[in-house]
């Protein structure tokens, strides 16, 4: 199946009793066993619930995996991987990591005896250069948040393979419709499926997604015994969300390529960050590993005071956490979403304070064009 008919139907069968189309909400904590010791295949919420089997199934069936896993936010499905790790393993990390995966590697899983590099990924020499004897995982995210920087995926996995090492990439930023790393040999994926996955602003949520059988027993023994699941409620929403993802992304990609050029052709900017802009460094790595370029743009406005005056004169954008939402947000991420990242690691991949990040939306894109050219006009 294409991926438009499996956003639709992966996963999703008519409900046995009442032959429903739509996956029902399992909103139940537990399950009759019909005699001692025979289930229906199902025991205890935590551990099993249909609405969250039929999300799993959909959302491995679009990246091309056999395993899916769901979870009650982006950052527990980062906790799970980094849970398949044990004291004196050493993490190859992207430098331009999201604040909260920084957060939760430097102040929590350290105290745990796990060792993090943060190395420029998009260069596969740094990342070849930082590999150790107890190097066990090479953590990717690509684009990166919010520089988006590229990482090449088939060079990088030839290198862990070739030492043995397990692979994970955050794939929030494209989504499993623009880019695929299962497909480039990369061993786990992962999303915060509370931006495009979701894409409404209503759920917050993750998933990781293998085709690796070991480390899917794994991850599911993980997402049992800690327990960070999903509401049946969550999932539906979810599943609902993935019915449109296709179209919603396509629009999210010509959108963004309509406002970089506006933003390009105002003059007004200090460096303009889009990876499909013919501009960016990585452009041409852009379109080999990824089908699009998506809908996130950030804008370098060279100062802290042009950045508050830019993003408090837009209309549509709204000021605000998060991405991927059908609605057009800004973000400034040096104080929010990055305000975890010390500063001399802010500055060394270049994440100034006159730097904004756009989420662009699905609005019609006459009226974010005007939306963005009005602020302009303020700078």
């Not at 025991?43 to 091309?64: C, F, M, S, V, W």
């Not at 056999?66 to 499905?77: I, T, Y």
């Not at 398949?84 to 999201?98: A, M, P, R």
Request: aromatic share 6%; net charge negative.
């Amino acid at each position: 199946m294409k991926f438009s008919t499996k956003q639709i139907h992966a996963g999703q069968h008519p409900e046995g009793v009442t032959g429903a189309v739509i996956t029902p909400i399992f909103q139940t904590s537990t399950y009759s066993n019909s005699k001692l010791g025979e289930t229906k295949g199902f025991d205890y919420g935590r551990t099993i619930n249909p609405t969250r089997t039929a999300l799993e199934q959909n959302l491995a069936a679009l990246e091309n995996g056999k395993f899916g896993f769901c979870f009650s936010s982006g950052m527990a499905a980062v906790q799970t991987v980094a849970m398949t790790l044990k004291s004196g393993d050493h993490v190859i990390c992207t430098s331009n990591v999201y604040g909260g995966t920084y957060r939760l590697f430097e102040q929590i899983m350290v105290n745990l005896g796990i060792e993090f590099s943060y190395v420029d990924t998009s260069d596969t020499n740094e990342t070849l250069n930082a590999i150790k004897n107890n190097t066990r995982l090479i953590y990717i995210e690509t684009p990166t948040n919010p520089m988006l920087q590229l990482t090449d995926l088939k060079a990088t996995v030839g290198i862990a393979k070739s030492k043995g090492i397990m692979t994970c990439v955050d794939n929030t930023f494209m989504s499993p419709y623009f880019q695929n790393p299962l497909d480039l040999g990369v061993d786990i994926v992962l999303h915060s499926s509370t931006k495009y996955i979701n894409g409404h602003s209503d759920v917050i949520g993750g998933c990781i997604i293998t085709s690796d059988e070991r480390i899917a027993d794994r991850l599911k023994f993980l997402q049992n015994s800690s327990g960070a699941i999903p509401s049946p409620f969550d999932c539906w929403l979810i599943l609902r969300a993935t019915k449109t993802l296709a179209q919603r992304m396509r629009c999210h990609n010509e959108n963004a390529l309509a406002i970089c050029k506006v933003l390009k052709e105002s003059g007004k900017i200090r460096k303009v960050i889009y990876p499909g802009d013919e501009s960016h460094p990585q452009h041409e790595l852009a379109k080999k590993q990824m089908s699009g370029f998506g809908g996130i743009i950030s804008v370098d406005l060279d100062s802290y005071d042009k950045a508050v005056n830019f993003c408090n004169a837009l209309n549509i954008f709204q000021i605000a956490e998060s991405l991927g939402g059908v609605e057009s947000l800004v973000c400034h991420p040096v104080s929010m979403t990055h305000g975890s990242v010390p500063k001399d690691l802010r500055e060394k991949i270049g994440l100034t304070d006159g730097l904004v990040r756009l989420s662009v939306g699905i609005e019609d894109e006459d009226d974010l064009t005007e939306d963005v050219l009005r602020a302009l006009s303020n700078l």
